[in-house]
């Protein structure tokens, strides 16, 4: 594999280029870091031009001056900047345990000052190295590589995420063979970021970059990651962080202040870097809120945009109307340097081109987008139809990157959140794959299966065309197979009645937490039925309480920023718990999103609820209903968890989007109330009771028509 380079925040990018040019000519292994990482001692931060980490070269530090020295004080400067460099590097290193033998640092960092061009040496020099670089090459030949297993902890501690995994030391764990031990295991194999996400979370273009990957793949801790970086590369920049969904609070400021840490040694600058929510509430500002204060405009709060545009179109409007007020402004206030969006399928394209016009140059503007979320959409948003064009129909925002420079558009290809087998169900479930009227939903481009991490077993992906899809081993890491059992890692469960479902899962969690080692707040209830959470929580917490188990439901005995709390079982309606993940997540009530109803939106929240889980997960629900998601999913694990279907066609796809469209609450009340009348009709008929032609002229030359228009054969 060669050489993986990854452009950082360079002082010089064209003398950066330069010396990864040099390297590629003699490193075919490893990864150089241009600009990164930030060194903090307790007064100061020390600049690293490049790292290289090679398990050929080891482990060397460059510096690239901005001239070549003409006296003996340039020569004391450049002495003192590397000595120092090295110093602060062994430090550094030295704090983490895996690049410690006994007192010592299993590595010897090696440090070099290079030149543009040849420089005669000094008399001062003694340790360290000075050259051109021309020379780089074959001093690099002479050095010593380092075993693979330091190089994997050298990766971890300069790319700071050894910083959070495990989050949780686990003393309590005590038997090898627990969820809690597996979770451990699991926990300290997320040590390192995989090639894909060390771009993202490092790569620096001057102006927008897309990362985009699956659900569970990464894209919440490079963005933090991001943010922490740049705050320290650059502490006067005016950074925001923003989301959609609330919930995502408590983890962007739990990431963000670890990895500031990490970077210098403080906690973020909270008047520089703000985790703030796209719109806000009265008690706390959000980037749209902010942003009409500051165009002298009061902000619209939820309830007054939900009463003028309806409940799904609130924020839009909302930001719709900001927009036509930003757009013809006589000054645009520019309020941010950097803005690192989560969540961007969730938000509005007004929202982008706001942010778009309150960002200054070169608009550092950074989205995370979750490929195949919205499992019918017809295809991610181009960057016009997010921050739209200029005055002549121009492109404001391009994502093409020249050579060897910093990518502009990221593909995060591995899902480190879910198991294989709880993704496949999830998709399956989706979509509709074992459904018995067919398919509910299916992206427009057949070819984004591969794209999120599917092989293809038997077919082509082409519209019409029988498939057989299946998880690609490479799109998982393998602690999953190592470490986890199939048939325990998705379980399914049906029951007569709401009781019988809520006394099986409370006997389970507090097996989960007496006897399988697992704590409190590793354990996420998802309710899929958001207008009835606030009152369908209780009994199931009280339930947990006769076990003497605490629990809380998010934003309702807590606030809604906080969703996991130590020593508790957390509770959360889809939208609370969207965003967040736990090891063990129990999807109860799942007959909730098994009617025809606007079924597309309740699949959707079936995913999304099964994609919460980081190792198992619970599907349960009851009455008759939940037989139709149990049946579905059941056939997912019968298949070996492969994907059997066929694609529809363009036409298919328009016909299934108008059928399952989503509509509003009173017009299901309505068709349920209409379809018991039908039914009692089509009854009294088979009992004899009354006959089609009992029926007025007018109405039966309608039955006649409707069946005209019904699908199905000609008789």
């Given at each position: 594999m060669p050489l993986d380079v990854v452009y950082g925040e360079s002082r010089d990018r064209t003398a950066a280029q330069a010396l990864a040019q040099a390297l590629r000519e003699v490193v075919t292994d490893g990864t150089v870091y241009l600009g990164y990482p930030v060194l903090a001692t307790a007064d100061e931060r020390v600049e690293v031009d490049a790292l290289l980490v090679s398990s050929s070269h080891g482990l060397v530090a460059f510096l690239l001056p901005d001239s070549t020295p003409s006296g003996p004080d340039d020569w004391t400067d450049l002495i003192r900047d590397q000595d120092r460099l090295y110093s602060v590097l062994e430090s550094h290193l030295g704090r983490h345990e895996a690049l410690r033998r006994g007192r010592r640092l299993a590595i010897h960092p090696e440090t070099a000052t290079v030149f543009s061009v040849p420089v005669p040496p000094s008399e001062d020099v003694h340790e360290g190295t000075y050259i051109a670089l021309h020379q780089v090459?074959?001093?690099?030949?002479?050095?010593?590589?380092?075993?693979?297993?330091?190089?994997?902890a050298l990766h971890a501690a300069l790319q700071r995420v050894s910083t959070i995994k495990p989050s949780k030391k686990r003393t309590k764990v005590t038997k090898a063979s627990s969820r809690g031990a597996v979770l451990k295991v699991i926990e300290a194999g997320i040590a390192n970021l995989d090639r894909w996400q060390k771009q993202a979370a490092i790569e620096s273009p001057e102006g927008p970059q897309r990362i985009?990957?699956?659900?569970?793949?990464?894209?919440?801790?490079?963005l933090a990651l991001k943010a922490a970086y740049w705050h320290a590369q650059n502490p006067d920049w005016r950074i925001a962080v923003t989301f959609a969904s609330r919930a995502l609070y408590q983890q962007f400021d739990d990431l963000i202040t670890r990895f500031s840490f990490e970077h210098s040694n403080d906690k973020p600058d909270p008047d520089k870097l703000k985790v703030i929510h796209s719109w806000g509430s009265r008690g706390r500002a959000g980037v749209y809120s902010t942003i009409a204060h500051a165009l002298g405009v009061e902000p619209l709060d939820f309830l007054t945009?939900?009463?003028k545009y309806g409940m799904d179109a609130a924020f839009q409007g909302a930001c719709a109307e900001l927009l036509a007020v930003a757009t013809t402004a006589t000054h645009v206030p520019q309020l941010f340097d950097a803005v690192l969006i989560?969540?961007?399928?969730?938000?509005?394209?007004?929202?982008?081109?706001?942010?778009?016009?309150?960002?200054t140059e070169p608009k550092r503007i950074v989205w995370g987008y979750d490929e195949l979320q919205r499992l019918s959409e017809a295809a991610m948003p181009s960057t016009d139809e997010l921050f739209g064009t200029g005055p002549r129909g121009e492109s404001r925002v391009t994502l093409q990157a020249a050579p060897d420079t910093p990518r502009r558009d990221i593909v995060l290809p591995v899902c480190y959140r879910n198991t294989p087998w709880a993704l496949a169900t999830a998709h399956a479930l989706g979509i509709g794959v074992y459904r018995k009227g067919g398919l509910l939903q299916h992206p427009d481009d057949p070819t984004l299966w591969t794209e999120i991490g599917y092989n293809v077993v038997?077919?082509?992906l082409q519209a019409g065309a029988a498939v057989t899809l299946k998880r690609s081993t490479d799109s998982a890491p393998k602690y999953f197979a190592e470490q986890l059992v199939t048939d325990d890692a998705v379980v399914l469960q049906s029951f007569p009645d709401e009781a019988a479902q809520d006394l099986w899962v409370a006997d389970q969690i507090a097996t989960n937490i007496s006897t399988d080692e697992l704590e409190p707040d590793d354990i996420l209830i998802v309710l899929p039925d958001t207008y009835r959470a606030k009152t369908r929580g209780p009994r199931l917490m009280k339930m947990l309480r006769e076990r003497g188990i605490a629990s809380h439901q998010v934003g309702v005995t807590t606030s809604a920023d906080e969703v996991f709390r130590p020593d508790s079982v957390a509770l959360a309606h889809i939208y609370r718990a969207k965003g967040n993940e736990a090891p063990m997540v129990y999807v109860v009530d799942a007959q909730h999103c098994a009617t025809e109803f606007n079924a597309v939106t309740r699949r959707n929240i079936l995913f999304t609820a099964i994609t919460r889980s980081r190792a198992w997960v619970r599907i349960c629900g009851h009455g008759d209903l939940v037989d139709v998601i149990v049946d579905e999913a059941q056939q997912v694990v019968d298949s070996q968890f492969q994907l059997k279907f066929r694609i529809p066609t363009d036409d298919e796809l328009r016909r299934l989007r108008h059928l399952h469209r989503d509509r509003p609450a009173e017009q299901e009340a309505s068709v349920r109330r209409n379809t018991s009348r039908l039914v009692s009709f089509l009854e009294a008929v088979d009992r004899g009771e009354m006959d089609v032609h009992d029926l007025p002229d007018d109405v039966q030359a309608r039955l006649a028509q409707l069946q005209q228009e019904l699908p199905g054969d000609d008789d």
């Open positions: 090459a074959d001093w690099l030949r002479g050095l010593s590589g380092i075993d693979p297993d330091l190089e994997r985009r990957g699956l659900a569970g793949s990464g894209k919440t801790v490079v945009a939900r009463k989560d969540e961007a399928q969730d938000l509005p394209p007004e929202f982008f081109q706001l942010v778009y016009l309150c960002t038997n077919g082509h």
